[in-house]
T-cell receptor, first 114, second 113 residues
Framework: SAVISQKPSRDICQRGTSLTIQCQVD?????MFWYRQQPGQSLTLIAT?????????ESGFVIDKFPISRPNLTFSTLTVSNMSPEDSSIYLC???????????FGQGTRLTVV | GDSVTQMEGPVTLSEEAFLTINCTYT??????LFWYVQYPGEGLQLLLK?????DKGSNKGFEATYRKETTSFHLEKGSVQVSDSAVYFC????????????FGRGTSLIVHP
């Protein structure tokens, strides 16, 4: 298994500001990605974080709004930019590690935009 | 594309009742199948998995069998506890060489004493 540390665990932010979420994995990682989970909903994939290159975004998500970095194999950040109340969600970091088929998840970041 | 369909919740049971949460999938190829659990205020934890047809995954008294003929992966537990109250997500991955999981909508389970 893998341990994924994600921070902050929660934050309350003013509209128009940005928040950067960090994700650190303790194992050899093959893939890292970011999900959004709106209240009472399932998980929606935002993007796959690619080491040393631009992330691969899903339909409906763009780099200007959700810039993602992955400077090395085990670390990634997601920034939620120019926030509005509609961005209030749980953001989850996930990774697939070497030798495994399952994805592991961080504890999530509970973001409230006021 | 791939998809996962779960029964709608919430599922409300009394302690020690039998639990079934239905999950069916549509996928090309032969995916791996998973159940994840999300306790209140927490992230997702892998509950169990099965990687090929007829495999049975089991953990913490929960089990699910990979049924290729019915494209199903139903979650069962013989006797639920209050502490099992959570949201359960069925998921698949591994089709087309991708390990990015596709999730069902989630099923909320509420267990009363």
């Amino acid at each position: 298994s893998a341990v994924i540390s994600q921070k902050p665990s929660r934050d309350i932010c003013q509209r128009g500001t940005s928040l950067t979420i960090q994700c650190q994995v303790d194992s050899q990682v093959t893939m890292m990605f970011w999900y959004r989970q709106q209240p009472g909903q399932s998980l929606t994939l935002i993007a796959t974080a690619n080491q040393g290159s631009e992330a691969t975004y899903e339909s409906g998500f763009v780099i200007d709004k959700f810039p993602i970095s992955r400077p090395n194999l085990t670390f990634s950040t997601l920034t939620v930019s120019n926030m509005s109340p509609e961005d209030s969600s749980i953001y989850l970091c996930s990774a697939v590690t070497e030798g495994n088929t399952e994805a592991f998840f961080g504890q999530g970041t509970r973001l409230t935009v006021v | 594309g791939d998809s996962v369909t779960q029964m709608e919740g919430p599922v409300t049971l009394s302690e020690e009742a039998f639990l079934t949460i239905n999950c069916t999938y549509t996928a090309t190829g032969y995916p791996s199948l998973f159940w994840y659990v999300q306790y209140p205020g927490e992230g997702l934890q892998l509950l169990l998995k099965a990687t090929k047809a007829d495999d049975k995954g089991s953990n913490k008294g929960f089990e699910a069998t990979y049924r290729k003929e019915t494209t199903s992966f139903h979650l069962e537990k013989g006797s639920v506890q209050v502490s099992d109250s959570a949201v359960y997500f069925c998921a698949l991955s591994g089709t087309g060489g991708s390990y990015i999981p596709t999730f069902g909508r989630g099923t909320s389970l509420i267990v009363h004493p």
